[in-house]
């Protein structure tokens, strides 16, 4: 069966040799397997005529018949264009052509019906389609309705008539042969319950849809698929770990109770309360948890990280949490001691800069289990550093630790692996999270605490520097604190430290009454660490820097972003650059500064910050704009190896498809139930991977 789906594309009629090497070369398509799978990327509605008057521009190209009322010819030279005015009695559009027009105008005439196909544009309250196809209308295109699939293809194979129809043609041929081949791939429960086609119509009719309806049931059973064996994937992974790595279990709360009723600083948030309960019941069972923890910048992510500490200590455990940078450990360390002390827990901090005796304290103290949390930078990591009993490791900021960083700190329990609470600040929306952290748990902050103030963002053009600086002037003035960054890529090193140091040298010729602190990633770490200390202490009112500041600082105090250049950075960048002000008391502003030039993403960058501080809703936003890929890096993107799923547009598919999975799991942990075979098999082919034909499914 499988060798048929292997068969050479150049076996296929139709094809032959050079088309085959072409077809290789040029799309990767190399069997008959490649071919079916190369699916349409969209169709041409072509099932009916549209009046001009139901037109609006969110519409794909689309169908209108109508008559040539009005022509003209705009414009001189090489910028000229031919508009013709088309109307159907119900309203006009206009047909754009800026190429051709010797040859197209003359065949245009008045007094006859044309059938145009294209898409529609508003400018003000007009419509156009610019180079629509166009054809008079004969009986034959009047009873003729279809969606016409459309293919990509490339430049090349275009010249050598293998354009989107031409592959259109080669899957008919195809299918008439492949159609009764393709097997099933999932089981008749699954297919009775949801409705599903047959996968052999589903493939059929996403290349030769009969209508608009079955068409989108053919989509979407495909799509389920692809997630349905993603996730079944993710959920075994899981499955096993939980199986093979027990857990301490960490079930007492007096100290917790005591905490709670006599030193809780503040009320917690629902959302709080309800990771917290999440955490504990992992704590109780027995399993070892891995758990990621979301939750935007400021949402309070330090308690909740100090109640789960409590939970283990209880218990006797111990709690290591490791931050990205001294400054951030620092910070991490401060919040908790703050707790800690309060009810009497033993905290200590341990960076590359700690100090021989202090470091073998901490040591002695680990070990004898005196010490109960400690704070520290990947020098926890040493071996020398060992626990009398490591129940709960927490990580700041994972997207900086490998996984062979991470399965160090497990080694630290040789009884237990500890129980790993990631926490990350970078929310992403719930489609990636479900597919590139599938197997771990996710805990998310969906709320900030009552009472905060919301983070003002404006955007300022470059020309109004004098209006800028005369705000930056009022609120140092009233003691706050003001951060400016520039943009510091790679690729254009030089030039950016180059108009790094320019506006530091403008910023200080135009507050010279102010100190002002630079930092950024080219100086050394202890100049570095000096002048933020400068600023976290309030020596100095403007921190001119770069990027180096992004990750978790935390100076209540600073209550002005400003971003220079904000056009060059990403969505995920401005959103936590601005996370760094609005923890004070004090009304907090984020100014955007750009040029006038703007290309339309930056300003929907732009526009998304402005209109929003929601974390979620901006990682929506920039996964539209970016794709999933290259917003989680290449690395992961090998997990999300969805040819007709998309991330971005089908939430729905995704959940519907993990439940049936975990449905198939809990069942039939085996896939031993003569129904499941064919998910057996299924992942079988996958695994071979050989086979291009396993992508199929
Ligand atoms: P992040 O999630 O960014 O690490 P933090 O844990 O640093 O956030 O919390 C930000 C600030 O909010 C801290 O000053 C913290 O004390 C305060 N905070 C946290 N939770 C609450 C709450 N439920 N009510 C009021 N303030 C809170
Ligand atoms: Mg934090």
Not at 71 to 99: A, P
Not at 276 to 287: A, H, L, M, P, Q
């Amino acid at each position: 069966m499988s060798s048929f789906f292997n068969t050479p594309i150049e076996f296929l009629k139709g094809v032959g040799p050079q088309k085959a090497a072409l077809l290789n070369k040029e799309l990767n398509i190399f069997t008959y397997a490649d071919l079916l799978q190369h699916y349409p990327y969209r169709y041409e509605d072509r099932t009916k005529f549209y009046s001009i008057k139901e037109l609006n521009e969110h519409m794909p190209n689309v169908q209108v018949k109508g008559q040539i009322i009005g022509r003209e010819l705009v414009g001189q030279g090489r910028k000229q264009r031919l508009v013709i005015h088309l109307s159907d009695g119900t309203g006009s559009v206009e047909l754009v052509w800026f190429q051709g027009i010797k040859w197209i105008s003359p065949k245009l005439k008045s007094g006859v019906t044309y059938v145009v196909f294209g898409q529609p544009n508003r400018f003000g309250s007009k419509y156009t389609m610019a180079h629509p196809e166009i054809e008079v209308l004969t009986p034959a295109l009047q009873s003729n309705h279809f969606l016409q699939p459309v293919y990509s293809t490339t430049e090349t194979l275009r010249k050598k008539f293998l354009d989107s129809k031409a592959i259109f043609n080669l899957q008919k041929t195809l299918l008439k042969e492949a159609y009764n081949r393709i097997p099933e791939t999932l089981p008749q429960s699954i297919l009775q319950q949801y409705a599903f086609l047959t996968k052999k119509d589903a493939v059929a009719q996403v290349h030769v849809p009969r209508d608009a309806q079955v068409l989108q049931k053919a989509r979407f059973r495909m799509k389920f698929e692809e997630f349905f064996f993603m996730q079944l994937r993710l959920l075994m992974q899981k499955k096993i770990r939980l199986e093979k790595f027990r857990g301490q279990v960490l079930a007492k709360t007096d100290l917790l109770t005591e905490f709670y009723r006599l030193h809780l600083p503040f009320e917690l948030t629902e959302a709080q309360k309800k990771v917290t309960r999440e955490i504990f019941v992992d704590f109780k069972s027995g399993k070892q948890m891995n758990r990621l923890l979301q939750g935007d910048v400021g949402s309070g992510k330090t308690i909740v990280a100090f109640i789960a500490s409590l939970i283990a200590i209880d218990s006797g455990a111990q709690v290591a949490l490791m931050a990205p940078t001294q400054i951030l450990a620092g910070q991490h360390y401060e919040g908790l001691k703050e707790f800690a002390d309060k009810i009497g827990v033993s905290i200590a901090l341990l960076t590359g800069s700690s100090k021989t005796k202090a470091r073998r304290k901490i040591h002695e103290n680990l070990l004898s289990g005196e010490l109960q949390i400690l704070v520290g930078t990947h020098a926890l990591l040493e071996d020398v550093v060992q626990f009398k009993n490591l129940g709960l490791a927490i990580v700041d900021e994972q997207h900086r630790y490998g996984v062979a960083q991470r399965a160090r700190l497990w080694k630290k329990n040789e009884t237990f692996i500890p129980h790993v609470l990631i926490m990350t600040a970078t929310p992403i929306p719930r489609t990636l999270s479900m597919s590139v952290y599938g197997d771990l748990d996710i805990s998310t902050i969906d709320e900030l605490p009552k009472g905060r103030k919301e983070i003002k963002t404006l955007h300022q053009y470059d020309a109004n520097r004098l209006k800028l600086n005369g705000f930056i002037k009022t609120e140092v003035a009233k003691g706050r604190q003001v951060y400016i960054v520039y943009p510091l890529i790679e690729e254009s090193e030089k030039l950016d430290l180059k108009d790094l140091m320019d506006g530091y040298e403008s910023v200080q010729r135009a507050f010279p009454e102010f100190p002002i602190s630079i930092v950024h990633g080219k100086m050394k770490a202890d100049a570095k660490d000096f002048e933020m200390a400068r600023f976290v202490k309030g020596e100095t009112k403007i921190m001119v820097a770069t990027t180096v500041i992004e990750v978790g600082v935390n100076v209540p105090n600073a209550s002005v972003m400003i971003i220079e250049n904000a056009e060059r950075f990403g969505l995920a960048q401005l959103h936590q650059l601005r996370g760094r002000v609005g923890r004070g008391a004090e009304q907090s502003y984020c100014v955007l500064v750009t040029s006038y030039k703007l290309s339309k993403e930056a300003k929907v960058r732009v526009d998304t910050m402005v209109r929003t501080t929601d974390g979620f809703e901006i990682a929506q936003v920039d996964m539209q704009l970016r794709g999933p890929g290259d917003m989680m890096g290449t690395q992961q993107s090998g997990q999300m190896d969805l040819i007709l799923g998309d991330l971005r547009e089908d939430e729905p598919i995704l959940s519907i498809s993990r439940q049936a999975a975990q449905k198939i799991i809990q069942e039939d942990p085996e896939l031993g139930h003569e129904g499941n075979q064919p998910i057996k098999l299924q992942i079988e082919n996958q695994k071979k991977k050989s086979v291009n034909w396993s992508r199929i499914s």
